[in-house]
């Protein structure tokens, strides 16, 4: 993270902190708003955006304005000053200017929401560069920066259910023609998304190329008055690979739920290898998946590897996993494995906490471990 130049300064009725980098001039209502982790998520944002998009990497020719508040009222004071309007409904607010040097971002830190930031970050990112964006680029990869820690993107099942709609589904063509009010939002921005993914992940150059040579055109010619990105569909593109790419590509992104039936299905096939990729990647993606954690465990005793079993019942019941499902399991685990001090401990704490359930189970079993 580039240091900052911190210097105090007034601004109308305010005193604000003012800190600057070389890509951005942020200002604060107090020290209480210079929230350590704003901050740094801001000064990272040209990077994590130009990795991408491969912009000038010294900016746009200015720095961009930040305006962070702690205090509401102040906040909601600036933004209708600003706009000579109502005061703002959400906790950021991009004001647009048609310089763009002169639009603001400004911020109310503490109902911000990191990834709302997130887009309004790149928002303002992207008309540094493009006066007028078409919808689907806006839209769709101001979400694909989004990150989600530990958990299923949202956007994922949204967008394949959509897609696989034919009430819903929307062609490449189709999202690349659309303005903003084209389709409804909802089915609009989750596909753009899709399209976006799909440009920077497919491994097929012909496809990919739509997005770089369309960016190279909007650096090289930032007076041009037509679509790049859709110039090069219509005049480079096989339009029907490039569709029948685009649609394998959804068909292969996997959500978390589509991974543990999957999973399941295979587990009731006794394709434990499969099952246990599946899991895996649903585990990958949402480390706190306790069916996934339950099912591994699963197909570890269905093949006699009791010690593994063991290692993912207890992962299961530390996931929150019904805890008399879990104390069965790792009953029944180690009276196979010839635990049989450890299977009683197990099984009756499972009889305890669900008679209804496992108490017949429960004394069946134990009938055939052996008395010291």
């Not at 305006?67 to 909601?76: L, M, P």
């Not at 109502?86 to 990834?115: G, W």
């Not at 269905?302 to 104390?327: F, H, V």
């Not at 108490?359 to 052996?370: F, T």
Request: glycine residues 2%.
């Amino acid at each position: 993270m580039k240091k900052l130049l911190a210097l105090l300064i007034l601004f109308s009725t305010f005193s604000l902190l003012f800190a600057q980098s070389d890509l951005y001039e942020i200002k604060y209502d107090s020290v209480e708003a210079k929230i350590p982790s704003i901050t740094e998520q801001i000064l990272n944002s040209y990077g994590k955006f130009n990795s991408v998009f491969h912009f000038p990497a010294d900016g746009p020719g200015f720095k961009y304005k930040i305006s962070i508040f702690a205090d509401k009222k102040a906040y909601k004071q600036y933004v209708a000053d600003k706009t000579d309007s109502v005061e703002p409904k959400n906790e950021t607010v991009l004001l647009q200017h048609s310089a763009a040097s002169k639009s603001e971002l400004v911020i109310y830190t503490p109902e911000v929401d990191k990834n709302i930031l997130t887009r309004q970050l790149f928002n303002q990112y992207l008309y540094s560069f493009m006066a007028e964006p078409p919808a689907w680029l806006l839209y769709g990869a101001s979400i694909y920066f989004e990150e989600y820690k530990d958990t299923e993107n949202p956007w994922l099942e949204t967008a394949k259910n959509l897609f696989a709609s034919a009430n819903t589904k929307l062609t490449a063509a189709q999202i690349l023609e659309a303005n903003s009010d084209t389709y409804p939002s909802d089915n609009f921005i989750p596909q753009s998304w899709l399209l976006f993914r799909f440009l920077i992940e497919t491994p097929k150059s012909a496809n990919s190329r739509l997005f770089h040579d369309g960016i190279n055109e909007v650096i090289n010619n930032s007076y041009s008055t037509t679509d790049p990105f859709l110039d090069y569909y219509k005049k480079w593109l096989n339009q029907k690979e490039f569709e029948k790419d685009f649609e394998d590509f959804v068909s292969n992104l996997h959500s978390v739920r589509e991974d543990v039936l999957n999973g399941i299905n295979a587990y009731m096939n006794k394709d434990y290898t499969t099952a246990t990729v599946y899991f895996s990647q649903a585990l990958s993606t949402d480390n706190k998946n306790a069916t996934a954690a339950y099912y591994t465990a699963l197909c570890y005793y269905d093949q006699k590897d009791y010690k593994n079993a063991d290692i993912w019942y207890k992962k299961a019941l530390s996931l929150g996993s019904d805890p008399a499902l879990i104390n069965w399991g790792l009953g029944a685990c180690a009276y196979a494995d010839a635990r049989y001090d450890e299977a009683t401990v197990y099984l009756l704490k499972a009889k305890q906490l669900d008679e209804a359930t496992y108490g017949k189970r429960v004394d069946e079993l134990m009938q055939y471990i052996p008395v010291k």
